[in-house]
């Protein structure tokens, strides 16, 4: 029925499953083919009125990463103070990010008046434009997944540093700051998951039908709940 | 090197090639085991602190797509006035959802409240959750054009109206509006290209190198278009 076989299939199923979040990287640079396959997927992914409101900014020089950690190491220490004891202890115990081990960084951004001001589809709903360029982001996520490498998205920034320190137009948004490269490891689940800090939740509790909190019909729940529990990553 | 065999990379960037956003449906039914495998896909993304913010709330009953499919026609009428004269006659003429024929449509939410306040990297850039939510979005686009299964996303509508209408809380925020189902076909390239609405844009010119407009090393750029021309798309 598909025009995918099976043994293809599972090879999509794989790298949504393998994808980690990475912070620790080996310093081996990522080829230039490499990058640009990765790149190209991101390319790829729809966007609403065909805006393709993207752009990637390399960042390698170090002078520009180091100003960057900076920054992202003042936020981290400022944001440990939202969690006190043992969480506090814990937050700060983690590594967030790998800017400096990393060969390449790449800001993802979004152009809100690309091809505008009248954009097919964004009529109702001016963000749109953000979504795509994340739906952007995973593709490159998974790209760089089967090519081995890997990415660690950081969000302790501030918009505006990070638009002055790239010299982003005022109204053009920084939505992803990404560290690729070799990583140390692929884990085998995500980091916050194995060090306790929240649970993976239930997909049979996140599914509803026709209305919020209205269950869905039970025997589509079990094979939800079936399908669910035999993903690897909950073993 | 990579854990993936150059097989199974081949059909990740097929898969991400391939991808397409549908709007004309077969009345089929998804059987339920492949809708799970869909969601359970959307699931494993990754997310901001680990927060899974997500909920699917599946909409099959035909009074509530009716409903919605009213307000979306509405909104598309009134969305026509902001273009003029041939783009506007092409504009009306485009089959933008398969709301009423897609056997199944999910609203796929976003709760920014979920194990909050504090939530680990949401402290600068609230938005983190939406974009997460966004990137589980594009797993479940994945994962269904390998199971032959088209999405549409209809971006052709009012928050509050989708919000009411399937009775979400008032923090929730309804991301994006899907239509699932076995598509009539899935083209080869997205329809607003075909269409000549707008141009593909060349990846080449969308990659910058350490600031805004600064243009990637030569070497680079040539990589990248010779990657980017090569994408069956571009044909």
Same mark, same amino acid.
């Given at each position: ?106 800001? &993802?951004?979004? +152009? ?9 589809? $964004? @009529? =109702?709903? !001016?963000?749109? *434009? ?76 996140? &599914?509803?039908? +026709? ?9 589509? $729940? @079990? =094979?939800? !709940?079936?399908? *669910? ?7």
């Amino acid at each position: 029925m598909s025009d995918f076989t099976s043994d293809q299939k599972q090879s999509v199923y794989d790298v949504i499953r393998k994808r980690r979040d990475v912070r620790a990287f080996k310093s081996d640079p990522v080829p230039d083919e490499t990058l640009a396959r990765i790149l190209s997927a991101a390319h790829q992914a729809g966007s609403v009125g065909f805006m393709q409101p993207w752009n990637f900014i390399l960042i390698r020089g170090a002078e520009q990463r180091r100003a960057i950690w900076e920054h992202v190491n003042a936020e981290r220490l400022a944001a440990a103070n939202e969690f006190s004891g043992e969480k506090r202890e814990k937050y700060l115990s983690f590594k967030l990010e790998g800017i400096l081990d990393a060969p390449v960084n790449i800001c &993802v951004t979004c +152009d809100p008046t690309r091809h505008g001001p009248a954009v097919l589809g $964004r @009529s =109702t709903i !001016r963000e749109t *434009d953000v979504y795509s360029t994340c739906c952007a982001i995973q593709n490159l996520w998974l790209a760089a997944r089967v090519e081995n490498i890997g990415v660690g998205w950081v969000s302790i920034l501030r918009r505006e540093f990070v638009q002055s320190a790239l010299n982003l137009p005022p109204h053009v948004i920084p939505i992803a700051y990404l560290c690729l490269g070799y990583p140390v490891a692929f884990e085998n689940k995500p980091m916050l998951e194995t060090q306790g800090w929240l649970p993976r939740l239930k997909l049979e509790d996140l &599914v509803f039908e +026709d209305a919020w909190e209205r269950p869905a019909r039970d025997d589509f $729940r @079990s =094979t939800v !709940r079936k399908i *669910d529990s035999n993903s690897p990553d909950n073993n």
